[in-house]
């Protein structure tokens, strides 16, 4: 009893769907009443083909092209790393005391040697006051000392006194002039202590933020010290590479031939510096199986700080004169790898091709294409061979994308101004209003030149034949939007027939 249930409503939810099939068919023609019979693309009513022929091989599909270009294109290696300082420095005082006064601005990039605080010298020179009168009495001990064994000396030429007396006083020198020595000693000390009083920069960078107050007491072991001072210019970038790349990293540093680096940001929008490896690990990590570079940078701008994160774009080498398509236009499918290239009748053929490096949005192929052809690089989901398409935009930004491929250098700029090509610029509906106007001339003459302006195809295009899509594209938006209006008033008055 189920089963029978079951196979009703399967066969009643049939008829339903094969009646509004039908019933479409039927409705379709009546909104054009001018249409040559089996011009809408419908099978004669009668036959019981029912099937919208657009929907072949030979409707139109909406596509975006790009340019196939001979150029230089640049291999490259992507890698997380970090920016580290050359140098850096908490200055430290290196006595107790007061702090008098502060030469210093807060981020103030200063020169090594120059002056940022004074301390209190009143007890260190109290110091030196003892040390010195410490060294001139010993030291007024000791000449005296010498003059007497020198007169000792003379009364033992004469048999005047004995031996061991001379022996005694010479004895007595040599004591009083190693205090003298330890006097002096003491004496330097205090000098120098004084001189820690005044602390400079022991290295060139920016400073950073005080950690001590005027007043307040400065110890040589507090661990923040006064403040810190970080060496910006140059910077430099500690990465890791894969270990697949070592032998032509290690080619490059040895015939001392530059590897240019890249600096971008964490979002990769922007690049923030540009410089070369500098320096090359001993050793590759196990755990990891890469190997660490240092790159140099000079940071003019001071774009780029310590400790920060960014991504490193590592330039290996140049291919030179290799085609050129968008990153898009690849596709992928069981003939391996391919793209697909418009002729000049607006169809398309797969041509397959072997990928080479990518440089940005450019990827370097081997294959059968030629300098100038167009290639599909939007709306290939529904394509096969031959089938039929229009180009409602071209895409020619990789026309010289890599022009400074060779030198490693960045673009001068990474977000083009609106005049310059660039996503809804002027210059790009220029050339997507020409592009459409001469596919819609050559293989539709009496369509209108009128493209559609959206990237993507509008929905009434797909449920409607391509003989009345071109009529209803000539249209001004206010008999569109009529006609439209028309067709739901036929639909509901057949409805409710």
């Known amino acids: 009893m189920k089963k029978k249930i079951v196979a009703s409503c399967l066969l009643l939810v049939i008829c339903l769907a094969a009646g509004v099939w039908f019933y479409r068919a039927d409705l379709l023609p009546s909104y054009f009443p001018s249409a040559p019979s089996g011009s809408l693309g419908w099978g004669s009513k009668g036959t019981g083909s029912g099937q919208w022929q657009g929907m072949g091989p030979g409707r139109v599909q909406s596509v975006s092209a790009g340019v196939v270009k001979v150029q230089d294109i640049r291999v490259s290696v992507s890698a997380l790393g970090t920016m580290t300082a050359l140098n850096t420095a908490t200055v430290r005082a290196k006595v107790d005391a007061e702090l008098k006064a502060i030469h210093f601005r807060e981020g103030e990039i200063v020169k090594a040697g120059q002056l940022l605080v004074d301390l209190d010298t009143q007890s260190l020179e109290i110091q030196l006051t003892l040390a010195q009168g410490q060294f001139d009495r010993d030291n007024a001990q000791y000449k005296n000392a010498l003059i007497d064994l020198q007169r000792y000396k003379d009364l033992l030429s004469k048999d005047a006194i004995a031996v061991q007396q001379v022996d005694t006083q010479e004895a007595l020198v040599r004591q009083l002039k190693g205090s003298v020595l330890a006097d002096q000693g003491a004496l330097d000390n205090a000098r120098l202590q004084i001189s820690f009083a005044h602390v400079v920069a022991p290295i060139s960078g920016r400073l950073g933020l005080k950690q001590v107050e005027l007043g307040s007491l400065v110890r040589s072991s507090d661990p923040n010290g006064i403040v810190s001072i970080t060496q910006f210019q140059p910077i430099s970038a500690v990465f890791a590479v894969p270990e697949k790349y070592v032998p032509s990293i290690q080619i490059k540093l040895r015939k001392k031939e530059p590897l240019p680096v890249q600096v971008w940001d964490a979002q990769t929008q922007r690049i923030l510096g540009t410089g070369s490896v500098s320096f090359a690990d001993n050793a590759i990590d196990p755990s990891t199986g890469t190997l660490k570079l240092k790159a140099l940078l000079d940071n003019k701008d001071e774009l780029l700080f310590p400790n920060q994160f960014v991504n490193i774009k590592l330039q290996l080498d140049v291919l030179k004169n290799v085609l050129t398509v ?31 490096a990518l440089d940005g949005d450019l990827q370097g192929v081997e294959g059968e294409l030629k300098d100038g052809e167009k290639v599909v690089i939007d709306g290939a989901d529904r394509l096969r061979d031959k089938s039929k398409v229009e180009v409602v935009r071209t895409n020619e930004a990789n026309a010289g994308n890599a022009t400074y491929a060779a030198n490693g250098a960045a673009p001068a700029q990474t977000n083009p101004p609106k005049d310059a090509g660039g996503p809804g610029s002027k210059k790009q509906a220029d050339t997507k209003s020409e592009a459409s106007s001469k596919s819609e001339a050559s293989s539709k003459p009496e369509a209108s030149s009128k493209p559609e302006t959206g990237n993507e195809r509008p929905k009434w295009m797909d449920r409607l034949p391509p003989e009345v899509v071109d009529k209803v594209k000539a249209m001004s938006d206010e008999e569109r939007r009529a006609f439209f209006q028309k067709m739901r008033e036929r639909r509901r008055e057949g409805q409710g027939e």
């Open 326 to 356: 968008p990153s898009s236009a690849i596709q992928r499918g069981a003939i391996g790898t391919f793209v697909y290239v418009i002729k000049e009748d607006s169809t398309v053929i797969t041509r397959g091709v072997k990928l080479l």
